[in-house]
């Protein structure tokens, strides 16, 4: 994940506009999956971590967040975020999140740029 990530985010930085990149995306297979409240805990956890990772991947090369959370942060265009790290790279917004905006939608973790 971690040289993926760094191109990833290289190209996104190359990039005029702001950009926003699916990592993983966590689907529930029906309405009583995604009900299942201990399921779901589990795949926060999961995405959390996943977060965590991708967090610590680019501070090695880019140094500690300005911030890091576990909820919405208006740097971010994305809502139900419950993990995030952002940096400010060559004068731009770089964002990690694990999202999950309602329970019929998938739990996103994302990267992206903002101007």
């Not at 985010?9 to 950009?19: F, H, R, Y």
């Not at 419950?82 to 329970?103: N, P, Q």
Request: glycine letters at 8%; charged letters at 30%.
């Amino acid at each position: 994940m971690a040289q993926p990530l760094l191109v990833l985010i290289s190209k996104m930085l190359a990039n005029p506009t702001d950009t926003l990149k699916i990592l993983y995306e966590h689907d529930c297979d029906g309405d009583e999956e995604a009900h299942d409240d201990e399921l779901i805990e589990e795949v926060y956890d999961d995405y959390s971590s996943r977060c965590d990772r991708a967090i610590a991947i680019i501070s090695k090369r880019h140094g500690k967040p300005m911030r890091t959370g576990g909820e919405d942060d208006d740097a971010i265009p994305a809502n139900g975020v419950f993990r995030f790290g952002l940096w400010s790279i060559e004068g731009r917004g770089v964002f990690v999140a694990a999202t999950h905006e309602d329970r019929e939608l998938p739990v996103l973790l994302i990267a992206g740029t903002t101007l």
